[in-house]
């Protein structure tokens, strides 16, 4: 049943959201095959008199056009990719469609699994069709791309001498917990706010608040303390590079965005099932 869930959490989110990923990797690619053009100086003139000087400028337009594609889609990638997960959770878990989901035969932990990995995935989508943007623009201006091919693979062999690629690994897992925590303090904030009997979105932005302040205050009492008492560290030193990844700080963090995590998804589930308020 959780397949089934998950598929159409995938299927509702993608409609819109595939649009923008395709306009963003097209505007990059094509911004990255204009650059290539001489003739193409954004924001500049081109060369005086004559047709040289039209086709410049409609280049420069059309140009100019990608560019705004571009920036707009990034931004509207961050946005929405936010205000869907939020919207998502909040439209079918506290508002009308809220009473077919809970009539269906799914316990209400499964459907906070669904969303959370829904949610997640789409997030990690996002950030890694940017990363793509960017490497689509260079490599297709042609100018850069081999210098990215270069820097790259000396990276990766830079990596494996000095230790520092599980300490990588470490913080990409650290990194992508922490987004789960924070998707789960979401999904608690409006599983609370919905067992209020009037003004659930505001209740839901009040938990929120609070939530953010109590692990503010753990943060700063016992946490950083705890942190600098685990001075386990990976160094990689080189004539031009020096650095210093404190490997106990970033188990530190795992562990504590785990316990959030957990508390939060178990919280989330509990006011689902047993205080919420659809009236």
Request: charged share 10%.
């Amino acid at each position: 049943m959780l397949g089934k869930l998950l598929k159409y959490e995938f299927q509702s989110l993608s409609r819109l959201l595939a649009l923008i990923y395709a306009a963003v990797l097209v505007a990059a690619t094509f911004m990255g095959l204009m650059s290539r053009r001489q003739d193409t100086v954004f924001l500049f003139g081109g060369s005086s008199g004559g047709s040289g000087f039209i086709n410049s400028n409609a280049a420069n337009v059309t140009f100019l056009i990608f560019l705004i594609v571009y920036i707009v889609g990034i931004v509207a990638i961050l946005l929405i990719t936010l205000f869907m997960i939020i919207e998502r959770f909040y439209r079918n878990m506290l508002c009308g469609e809220g009473y077919l989901m809970h009539t269906l035969p799914v316990p209400t932990w499964m459907h906070v699994a669904a969303k959370t990995i829904c949610a997640l995935a789409y997030s990690v989508i996002s950030v890694a069709v940017l990363v793509l943007s960017v490497l689509l623009l260079i490599v297709a201006s042609g100018e850069w791309g081999d210098y990215v091919n270069v820097a790259f693979s000396e990276l990766i062999s830079v990596l494996r001498e000095s230790g520092l690629t599980f300490s990588i690994w470490l913080m990409i897992i650290a990194t992508i917990v922490q987004l789960i925590r924070v998707i789960l303090q979401f999904y608690i904030s409006m599983s609370i706010g919905g067992a209020a009997k009037k003004n659930k979105l505001l209740f839901s932005v009040l938990t929120f608040i609070v939530i953010c302040i109590v692990t503010g205050i753990i943060q700063s009492l016992f946490l950083s303390n705890l942190s600098d008492a685990l001075p386990i560290t990976t160094t990689l030193e080189s004539e031009s590079t020096y650095v210093s990844v404190s490997n106990g700080s970033i188990w530190l963090q795992l562990l504590v965005n785990g316990i959030y995590s957990v508390i939060f998804f178990v919280g989330s589930t509990f006011f689902l099932g047993k205080r919420l308020n659809l009236e």
